[in-house]
């Protein structure tokens, strides 16, 4: 006696299906890693003229923003090979540009006001990435082997 083990309500699997569930994870990688990249080099850029400033805070406080400059290159470069170490170094360079908003506001280093609104500037997009990387990361995490092609 011979059984016939397909099933009959089982939807046929072609390579096309796949398309669209990797395209949109592979965009969104890319978007946060593009996002990410622009983000860093205005850091960067912003800490380098905070550096070579004539004020004694501005100096102090690009010092400060030195420590954040490799979490926040390895986020970008994270970001196109696993989201979900994009949304971890992106928790942690949140963690530590609101640790260097404390300690600015402790030492006295430039007027509040500014302090916190720069470092707000700085903060929120991070949180942004570090959001739209873990949204990625769930999308990721939902694909199915069979849906990339994978048997």
Do not use: K
């Not at 569930?21 to 905070?50: D, E, H, Q, W």
């Not at 949140?94 to 500014?114: E, K």
């Not at 991070?126 to 082997?145: D, F, G, K, M, S």
């Amino acid at each position: 006696m011979q059984f016939d083990d397909t099933n009959p309500y089982a939807t046929t699997f072609t390579e096309r299906d796949s398309e669209p569930a990797r395209r949109a994870t592979l965009s969104g990688s890319a978007a946060i890693a593009t996002v990410s990249s622009f983000g860093t080099l205005a850091y960067v850029g912003f800490s380098i003229l905070l550096l070579h400033s004539s004020g004694s805070d501005d100096r102090n406080a690009g010092l400060l923003f030195l420590v954040n400059i490799p979490v926040l290159i390895g986020l970008s470069t994270a970001a196109l090979r696993s989201t979900q170490m994009a949304t971890r170094l992106g928790w942690l360079a949140t963690f530590v540009q609101g640790t260097i908003t404390v300690l600015m506001l402790v030492a006295q280093i430039g007027d509040p006001l500014p302090v916190v609104s720069i470092n707000a500037l700085i903060i929120l997009p991070c949180l942004a990435v570090t959001i739209a990387a873990r949204e990625v990361a769930r999308a990721n995490a939902r694909i199915q082997p069979i849906d990339l092609g994978i048997r």
